[in-house]
């Protein structure tokens, strides 16, 4: 069983940065796949970067390529999600997700076998 618990979320202005983190448990972070999707109200969650175990590659959507950066720490167990110049269509309720097929970076959501419960990004311009 795999444990996901984001934090860092908050408010900020347009043009601002916020780091989240997603602490996990139960398996290391170099044996699984990873990624960050963000769900806006009344919107489909979508995916946003991702990361794979095994090799450290990463993958970002267009809308976020240039601005944010998906990043792992070891040691910590824990995964980043970079977040620079923010938009306020970077609102959203951002969850973390594992996979443990550790083979390729996923942007399907059908793909991930574990969740987070989220943390709330908000962005005002």
């Known amino acids: 069983q795999v444990q996901l618990v984001e934090s860092g979320g908050g408010s900020v202005q347009a043009g601002g940065s916020l780091r989240l983190s997603c602490a996990t448990s139960g398996r290391t972070v170099s044996s699984l796949a990873m990624g960050w999707f963000r769900q806006a109200p009344g919107k489909e969650r979508e995916f946003v970067a991702g990361?794979?175990?095994?090799?450290?590659?990463?993958k970002l959507a267009d809308s976020v390529t240039g601005r944010f950066t998906i990043s792992r720490d070891n040691a910590k167990n824990t995964v980043y999600l970079q977040m620079n110049s923010l938009r306020p269509e970077d609102t959203a309720l951002y969850f973390c997700?594992?996979?443990?097929?550790?083979?390729?970076?996923?942007?399907?959501?059908?793909?991930?076998?574990?969740w987070g419960q989220g943390t709330q990004v908000t962005v005002s311009s």
């Open positions: 990361i794979l175990g095994s090799t450290g590659a990463t």
């Open positions: 997700a594992a996979s443990m097929n550790n083979f390729a970076v996923y942007s399907l959501r059908s793909a991930y076998d574990y």
